[in-house]
């Protein structure tokens, strides 16, 4: 793949170049064809936006995201175009709005180019399960990009857009931005709005940019953040102007390493490069702390026991009888629900809602949902303990670098372990960022994880790019 699009600061000076940038754009997705990260592009539409971006700044409309190309996840609404959430039951449906987040990112001159390829329903670890094909890694196209929003973190990391949208429900964004080596935020819950998105676990489901460094994706979150009459669950809580652009760390933090996540189980290269990180930042003049979040071991068990019964309950509209997929053989209106979500539902998403279904039946509530429920406490109060003693918290993304297509496909168990490192945040609603900081000896990049208290997404931002220089990516 030799096209690439002129940098997005460039395109800032000259918007007049729009145009022109948005056809070499959709020719490098063409040539980036095999990689298989767009389902859907957006040309028209792109077109226009470019052509209007330049005109209005032409005429001194002020748009910080002029310049800006984008992907999204084919789970987030745009009116008019594909929503099919890479799913049989949802393959021909279009959305009838657009998601709140892409509305502010459009207003603010960014343009969408396309949607981009996801595990079903955004459920999975190696964006395999789709109807579209599994998504290849750029670097290895034997190895997986990790899930679910495997296409958007491909679209940035081929360097085919600027930044791109996916959604984090436990590991979504952050786990495939490790695995591709780009920048993956995940947002305090209720920074942005979830109105667009449609919804797997609506507790921990929130929409999250890639970028190619900090600064890119601080952004995308101060435009498409902040509080949405659409969503109750969005938080009113003040947002910087992206302009502004993040400012070097003023101060010095307190930076905990938990020691529960470097332990066994974790790749050997991966654990030397955090710990690498953290004696960098350490001769910056941060102090490094050793703290423990015990309850950070049971956030799998506990992820996939509140998010398989959130995704239960959700996926229940798609039933053959309002919209979407619907099995026209069937003689009965019980036959319609029962073939048509067998026929539109793959294989992992008719695990996760049968195993959500059996967490909330009468007899296991209690022994399953309501004790994850309590278990989820424990690991928010975890953090809260931790932050009363440091300021951030420095961790490993992913337990490994990109496995191999295939690998894990079959073993449900072994994928669900790929977020044993991201899940407790989306548990207890705190922000996160993955930042990429080294390769193993494969080549294959690693990514390290900050996060922070509630509403704390600047900091961590502000923390990754002192990372970024650290490894002269900035």
């Known amino acids: 793949m030799t096209l690439k699009i002129p940098p997005h600061q460039h395109l800032k000076n000259h918007p007049e170049e729009l145009p022109s940038a948005v056809e070499t754009c959709l020719q490098a997705i063409e040539q980036a064809k095999p990689l298989n990260a767009f389902v859907h592009l957006l040309a028209d539409r792109a077109r226009h936006k470019a052509v209007e971006v330049a005109q209005a700044t032409g005429q001194g ?20 175009t594909s929503l099919s959430c890479a799913s049989r039951i949802l393959k021909d449906f279009k959305s009838l709005f657009t998601a709140t987040a892409v509305a502010r990112l459009e207003k603010a001159g960014a343009i969408i180019i396309g949607k981009t390829n996801l595990d079903e329903f955004a459920m999975g670890s190696s964006c395999e399960n789709t109807i579209f094909g599994p998504t290849h890694h750029p670097l290895d196209w034997e190895r997986v990009p990790g899930g679910s929003s495997g296409g958007s973190a491909v679209a940035v990391a081929a360097g085919l857009v600027h930044a791109a949208l996916g959604s984090d429900t436990g590991g979504s964004v952050r786990q495939p931005a490790a695995f591709c080596g780009v920048v993956g935020l995940k947002p305090t819950y209720g920074r ?53 652009g993040l400012k070097p ?114 007899g296991y509530y209690d ?34 670098t990109a496995f191999k297509i295939g690998e894990k496909i079959d073993d449900p168990l072994a994928m ?5 490192y991201t899940t407790p945040a ?4 705190i922000p996160a960022v993955s930042v990429p900081a080294g390769k193993d000896t494969k080549r294959l990049p690693i990514g390290v994880q900050i996060m922070g208290p509630h509403f704390s997404d ?12 650290l490894h002269g990516r900035i």
């Open 61 to 80: 409309e002020e748009l910080p995201l002029r310049g800006m190309i984008l992907a999204v996840k084919d789970n987030i609404a745009i009116e008019g």
């Open 192 to 244: 942005v709005s979830r109105y667009g998105l449609v919804a797997f676990g609506s507790s921990l489901d929130q929409i999250a940019p890639f970028a190619t460094n900090c600064q890119d994706a601080f952004a995308v979150l101060c435009i498409m953040g902040g509080k949405d009459e659409h969503d109750s669950t969005s938080a009113a809580y003040p947002m910087s102007y992206p302009t502004e």
């Open 249 to 362: 760390l003023g101060e010095k933090l307190r930076i905990g390493l938990p020691k529960e996540y470097l332990e066994e189980g974790l790749q050997a290269e991966i654990a030397e490069v955090v710990l690498q990180v953290a004696r960098g930042l350490e001769k910056a003049g941060h102090d490094l702390v050793e703290i423990s979040l015990p309850y950070s071991k049971l956030a799998v068990g506990v992820y996939y026991i509140l998010a398989t019964a959130e995704a239960s309950s959700n996926l229940a509209r798609y039933d053959g009888a309002r919209y979407g997929f619907r099995e026209h053989s069937a003689e009965s209106l019980q036959d319609i629900y029962t073939h048509s979500r067998a026929g539109g539902f793959g294989r992992e998403v008719r695990r996760r809602i049968m195993l959500g279904t059996y967490v909330l039946s009468a």
């Open 367 to 400: 022994a399953y949902y309501k004790k994850a429920q309590r278990v989820r406490r424990l690991v928010l109060g975890d953090f809260l303990d931790a932050f009363g003693k440091v300021d951030v918290i420095l961790a490993p993304t992913t337990p490994t």
């Open 416 to 420: 669900y372990l790929s977020d044993v």
């Open 426 to 429: 989306n548990l207890a609603g």
């Open 458 to 469: 600047e900091l961590i931002l502000q923390v990754g790019c002192d990372i970024e220089r």
